[in-house]
């Protein structure tokens, strides 16, 4: 049985997908935007009553919050304080490799789809690449979902990232 827990584990395929590249889906969850106030991953602990009404964003270099996917299930009740949390932003450059950009969304909506598995309110965070990415970005987040979008590393590339935001809009039509 432990065997074949872990291996299910490994393979990470027990949620329902979307698209060509079988992304987790994250479901849309009814969030009270009005009390979303951020708090960064690195900044969370263990018994926590001072942050508990803050939501989790993952906003930061990807090896500070690589964890959450590798050891998802040990760390899930530290997050589980929080009143909501972020899928993690995992990095979507334009020059990384298409593998590692599809795997990037593939970690994102999974750790969302877990912690809701988990009955935990989760914001999809929506990232992409250049417009190549468009065919797998989007996948995985049910339409009218509140979603979240980083602008940090888009600075001197607003035209690019309008065109990914308003691709977004047209496909995910967020609330």
Known sequence: LQKRRHKQELIRNEFETAGKYQIPLIRKQDIDLDTINLIGYSDTKRDDKENAYKTVHF????????????NAADLAEKLRQYY???SPDFSMFTDMPKA???YSVFKNRWCGAYWQSLGLRVIPTISWGDESSFEFCFDGV???ATVAVCTYYRENCEEEFMLGYNRM???????
């Open 59 to 70: 906003f930061t270099y990807d090896w500070f919050f690589d964890k959450v996917y590798e």
């Open 84 to 86: 909501a949390l972020l």
């Open 100 to 102: 590692l950009q599809i």
């Open 142 to 144: 049910e339409q009218g």
């Open 169 to 175: 809009l047209e496909v995910i039509k967020p609330q």
